[in-house]
Every structure is written in C-alpha cells, then in structure tokens.
C-alpha cells in the first residue's frame, strides 16, 4: 500500500470484534493528514473509542489495516510499535483515572520523557535532560504555574488535571495525538478553555489530532474534517463547510438537529 | 484521641510507639527471669514484688508476659513476612500475566479455601507435632492465600485504569507498569489486610498453644501460659486473666490500627481515584 507524503495515518476496512461476536467496528476507512484534526462524532456505544484503542495499538485489530507513516500497526510488530510509542500519544475522558494517584504531578507528566530517553522534543532544547525544568515548560506550555509539579493529581481541578495529561501527551512531540473525549467530564466553562488550548498547541506543533466526541459542536469547532460513525460504521464523512449542506447523511442531520436545538 | 470507635492520628501513633517499646525493651524492664523456676514462691498473689503474682512452678507472671509478647508477637510477625512474600508474587503474577497460569492459581487456591482456617491449621500442625516452627508452617499454609487473592484482586481492577493504557502509550514496558503502577497500590491494600490479620493471627497462635500444638513449655507464650494456668483456675484465677487480657488488648491494639489504615486509604481513594 502507497503512503502519501502528507498522509499521517491511513485506516483501510479496520473491523474489531468483541468476543460476544458483536463488531464494535466495522469496515472503517480513513485518512488523517499532516497537520490536520479529523473529528469523530457519534453516541455513546458507536465504537468510537474502540476504534482509538486500535489507533493506539492498544488492541489487535480482527481484519484490515492501520499504517502509520509507513509501519503497519496490524501487525504489531515489536519493532514499529515501539516507533509509534514515540509519534502517537492520547489523552482520555476522565483526566482522574489518567494519572495515577499515587504518584505526584512531575513523575506522571514525565513519564514518556522517563522511559523514552532519546528522544529529543525541539521545544525542550537545552532543558531536556534537566528534569524540573522540562517539567516546567511543558506546564507553561498549557498555562499551569510550575506550583503544581510537587501535587498529587487529588489536589488540582478536573481541568487543571486534563491540562497535566495535555502536557504529557506533547512532551515527546508526537506526529498524531488522540483525543478521546477530552471535555466530555469537563464543566463548560473549563470545556472552552480546553479546546482552545488544544487548538493552540496544534498550530504551534505542528501535530495532528483524532478529535472524538459525541458532542457535533465540540466536534465542529475542532476540526477541518468530521467522520460520523453509527453501529461501528462510518455513515458520513465531510469538510467542516459542509456540515449544513443539504447533501447530508439523515443521521448527520438528526445529529445536527440535537446541536441546534 | 479514641473518637467515637474511631481512633485519631496522635492517638495511633502513641499506641504503636508504646506498643514497639514495650516489646523492645520488655527483657530488659522485666524483674525475673521468665523461666526460672522457685518452687518456695509457687502461686503467689499480686503483690509489690511479683506484680501478677507467681505461677504453679513459681515463676514471675510479669516478667512471663513481657517475654510472652514477644513470643507471640514476634512469631505473628514471622508469619505475616512469610504469607505476604509467598502470596503477593503469586497473586501479582497471577492477575497480571492472566490467562492458563491464572486460571491454574487460583483452582489451587480455591481448593485451600474449601476449609476453614482453623480446621486447616490444626490438622497441620496435628501432623507435624507440636513446636514453634510447625506452627508457623500451618498457619502460613492458611494465610498465604488471603493475601495472594488481594494482590490479584487489586491487579486486575488495576489493569483497567486509563493510566495503566496510557502508561502503554508512553512506552513504559510490562515489567514497569507492575514496579510503578501496580506494586503501590498491591502493598497499600495489603497493608491493611495485615494490619487487621496481625489480630488473628496472635489469636490462632495463642488458641493452637492452648490446645498444646505450639510453644512448648517452658517458653512464656500467652496461650501456652492459659493452658498451663487452667489447672490451678479456682486457687490462682489470676494466672488465667492476665495473659487472657494480654491478648485481648493487642488484638484490640492491631484491629484499631487496621481499621484506622482502612479508613485512610478509603479517604485517599475517594480523592485521587475514578
């Protein structure tokens, strides 16, 4: 299979089954570019999130393909998984359950630079084996006070904890990030906030995200593509622009009558 | 400091560290030698000189419970260490690797839990003869599982967790996951499981001496000290109560100190967990 350039990731007929025989996902295609935020939006039990486990080769996938760059993540092969821990990371719904409790905010926000010592983020030149303050600038870096690196994740705010996860997910300076619901727990004023933020970091990085929500208007403001999965299937994919044209899938339209109403 | 049935921070403290000073120092404050034996002085009352009085071979009661605390407790603590670093690897590697070798586990397991603790205990110790050792044999036999069964538990609701996934995503191998992830909260959880199990465990090596299976005379252990004591109940009922209330307080002593454990990681839980 031909990768283009400008291609991040290709998904090519990605079918995950569960041991129930039920698909979670079923025969998804796609593409995300260089640079670029593909939104994912669909209801609770669409497959959503499954489909981010298989991204983040985190579960086998039954049949097709996921390439990455050029590695082919179907077949999990030691070495390209170990290329991926490098250039795709994640950031979950529950920033709670994301850091572990035990452990204070700078061994959880340090954890990729931890135990991947060679890689070299551009935006920690000079500082990055100096551990404190790397920590430091990654908060900076989502607008923490470095105050925080000496806490344990019980002491911040559900968004300041999201801020944490943020910042480790672009410690390592990863080509693709995940983002799996990363407001839905949020309060809304701290759910603006967020995304904003997010969006920041993607101009100043350069890097590309899987936007995944069931919410159209988180998914709308994020990105340049929406996919829109039902029943573990792709049922529409568009630009943006064409959220309201008249061309719309019915489902696409029930969707985007919930958001305007 | 006891607040209600709860028990304070301060309060803790001061029980632990009276507690461990007592059992340090206890040779050195004790007035007699527990095993020397004064036929002259037999069942003697509580009095200035003999504060618990005397038993039926003379023998000074006081000094008899300090060394008997460290009998008992010393042999408590000996089979703790042993459970927990015979059960916590095995229940670690069982929860984490999973599949046939979990499965395998645990029936094995599951066959030591179809009888009750005490029954297994005394047909052990039964069969390998009275003596300290063989006590500590059975009764590891019994507690091992307990805490091979937590440290499973607690690995497989821990496998879970979004920051196990995303420890995955960061590159961390299987072998730092268990050290940083999953050992914590294991030894957090079997903490408290020991804490309150000290209690038990105190209570079934002083009730298997009673019934003459472990401490052999004339080593002061508190059950051994009830046995030896019941002939003699009517004429001197002291010799019976004092290392009968003996055990009641340290029982009392770990299961406060278990609870409190108990109540404190509950609280950081609620805090830190989903």
């Known amino acids: 299979m031909r990768i283009v350039e400008q291609e991040v990731l290709v998904a090519k007929n990605v079918t995950k089954q569960y041991s129930s025989g039920q698909k979670a996902v079923d025969q998804v295609s796609f593409v995300i570019k260089k640079d670029e935020c593909l939104g994912l939006v669909g209801e609770s039990g669409s497959g959503k999130s499954t489909l981010a486990r298989c991204v983040l080769a985190l579960e086998k996938v039954d049949q097709g393909e996921i390439w990455f760059k050029e590695k082919?993540?179907?077949?999990?092969?030691?070495?390209?998984?170990?290329?991926?821990?490098?250039?795709?990371?994640?950031?979950?719904?529950?920033?709670?359950?994301?850091?572990?409790?035990?452990?204070?905010?700078?061994?959880?926000?340090?954890?990729?630079?931890?135990?991947?010592?060679?890689?070299?983020?551009?935006?920690?030149?000079?500082?990055?084996?100096?551990?404190?303050?790397?920590?430091?600038?990654?908060?900076?870096?989502?607008?923490?006070?470095?105050?925080?690196?000496?806490?344990?994740?019980?002491?911040l705010s559900g968004g300041q904890k999201q801020r944490v996860t943020i910042a480790r997910a672009i410690s390592i300076e990863p080509a693709l990030i995940i983002l799996d619901e990363p407001t839905a727990s949020l309060d809304v004023s701290v759910q603006a906030k967020i995304m904003n933020l997010l969006k920041d970091l993607q101009q100043y990085l350069g890097v590309s995200y899987l936007f995944i929500s069931h919410d159209l208007a988180a998914v709308n403001f994020m990105s340049d593509r929406i996919m829109v999965m039902k029943q573990g299937k792709i049922v529409d994919e568009f630009s943006k622009y064409d959220l309201f044209s008249l061309k719309r899938e019915p489902y696409t339209k029930e969707l985007l009558h919930v958001f305007e109403g | 400091m006891i607040n209600g049935f709860r028990i304070t921070k301060p309060g803790i403290l001061l029980?632990?560290?009276?507690?461990?000073?007592?059992?340090?120092?206890?040779?050195?404050?004790?007035?007699?030698?527990?095993?020397?034996?004064?036929?002259?002085?037999?069942?003697?009352?509580?009095?200035?000189?003999?504060?618990?009085?005397?038993?039926?071979?003379?023998?000074?009661?006081?000094?008899?419970?300090?060394?008997?605390?460290?009998?008992?407790?010393?042999?408590?603590?000996?089979?703790?260490?042993?459970?927990l670093l015979i059960g916590v690897p095995i229940g670690l590697v069982s929860g984490f690797v999973g599949g046939r070798l979990d499965r395998f586990l645990m029936r094995f397991v599951d066959a030591f839990m179809a009888f009750p603790d005490y029954i297994v205990a005394i047909i052990l110790s039964g069969l390998l003869g009275p003596g300290i050792f063989n006590l500590v044999f059975a009764i590891v036999m019994v507690k091992w599982i307990g805490y091979a069964r937590l440290a499973r538990s607690t690995v497989l609701t821990e496998k879970q967790r979004d920051y196990i996934l995303i420890a995955k995503v960061n590159g961390v191998g299987p072998m730092n996951i268990l050290r940083r992830h999953m050992i914590p909260h294991v030894l957090g959880n079997v903490m408290v499981l020991a804490t309150l199990d000290a209690g038990k465990i105190i209570l079934m090596i002083a009730s298997l001496s009673y019934i003459g299976l472990g401490a052999q005379p004339p080593i002061p252990e508190w059950g051994a000290m009830l046995n030896e004591a019941k002939a003699f109940f009517y004429n001197a009922p002291h010799l019976m109560l004092i290392p009968g209330l003996s055990i009641m307080v340290i029982v009392l002593i770990f299961n406060l100190v278990g609870d409190y454990l108990r109540d404190h990681y509950d609280v950081k839980n609620q805090n830190g967990g989903k």
């Open chain 1, 72 to 155: 082919p993540l179907h077949l999990a092969n030691k070495e390209d998984l170990r290329y991926i821990r490098r250039e795709v990371q994640a950031v979950f719904q529950n920033p709670a359950a994301a850091l572990n409790p035990k452990l204070k905010i700078i061994d959880s926000l340090m954890e990729p630079l931890d135990f991947q010592k060679n890689i070299q983020p551009s935006f920690l030149k000079g500082i990055r084996h100096q551990r404190e303050k790397a920590a430091e600038q990654l908060l900076e870096m989502v607008e923490l006070p470095s105050k925080y690196l000496s806490c344990y994740p019980h002491e």
């Open chain 2, 15 to 83: 029980l632990i560290g009276l507690f461990f000073i007592t059992i340090i120092i206890a040779p050195y404050i004790a007035p007699f030698d527990p095993t020397d034996v004064k036929m002259g002085d037999r069942l003697k009352p509580i009095s200035l000189e003999h504060f618990f009085g005397t038993d039926h071979l003379g023998r000074d009661v006081f000094s008899r419970i300090l060394a008997g605390a460290q009998t008992t407790v010393g042999t408590s603590f000996l089979v703790l260490a042993i459970s």
